[in-house]
Nanobody, 126 residues
Framework: QVQLVESGGGLVQAGGSLRLSCAAS????????MGWFRQAPGKEREFVAA????????DYAETVQGRFTISRDNARNTVYLQMNSLKPEETAVYYC???????????????????WGQGTQVTVSS
């Protein structure tokens, strides 16, 4: 079992920045690729970014490419999502997730992940 706890959400104005953190506990953190997803009210949960076990491979949704940065610190068992130039339409609950699967395009799929956090609310005001 892996337990994931997100933090860092909050209210920010459009164009602002937030840094989300996801702390993992349980099994060896470096065994897992990690992902960030988000779910806006009335919408399905969507892929945001993913990172492989070492941090050497990353993937981003096209909508956040160039504005968001995913990173991880295996010594701290934590994955981060730096979000810049935020837009009101990015208001959502943001979730981190862990997968034992090999890093591939499948990391964009909800179904690829074995463990999920409870989410942290991000609200972007216009």
């Amino acid at each position: 079992q892996v337990q994931l706890v997100e933090s860092g959400g909050g209210l920010v104005q459009a164009g602002g920045s937030l840094r989300l953190s996801c702390a993992a506990s349980g099994r060896t953190f470096s065994n897992y690729a990690m992902g960030w997803f988000r779910q806006a009210p009335g919408k399905e949960r969507e892929f945001v970014a993913a990172i492989n076990w070492s941090g050497g491979r990353v993937d981003y949704a096209e909508t956040v490419q160039g504005r968001f940065t995913i990173s991880r610190d295996n010594a701290r068992n934590t994955v981060y999502l730096q979000m810049n130039s935020l837009k009101p339409e990015e208001t959502a609950v943001y979730y981190c997730a862990a997968t034992v699967s090999a890093f591939s395009l499948k990391v964009r799929l909800n179904s690829a992940y074995n463990y999920w956090g409870q989410g942290t609310q991000v609200t972007v005001s216009s």
